[in-house]
């Protein structure tokens, strides 16, 4: 899924394992065993919903 998470957002993989080794994850992660990283659905849509520029909006 991580492969799948970043070529949403548009960043290689290496990137969001960089920012989690680092403490700076731009999503909630879940750990499975000592080396697996799995995120939800939910926390990727509303990741991605927040970086959505409503219409009309100002900067």
């Known amino acids: 899924m991580e492969t799948e998470v ?6 290689h993989p290496k990137t ?7 403490g ?6 879940v750990r499975v065993g000592e080396r697996g990283v799995r995120y939800r659905r939910t926390d990727v ?3 991605i919903k ?5 219409r009309g909006a100002t900067a």
């Not at 970043?6 to 960043?11: F, K, N, S, T």
């Not at 927040?50 to 409503?54: D, F």
């Open 24 to 29: 700076q994850a731009r999503i909630p992660f």
């Open 16 to 22: 969001l394992a960089k920012e989690r080794r680092r």
């Open 45 to 47: 849509a509303r990741y």
């Open 6 to 11: 970043a070529a949403m957002l548009g960043i």
């Open 50 to 54: 927040a970086l959505c520029v409503k």
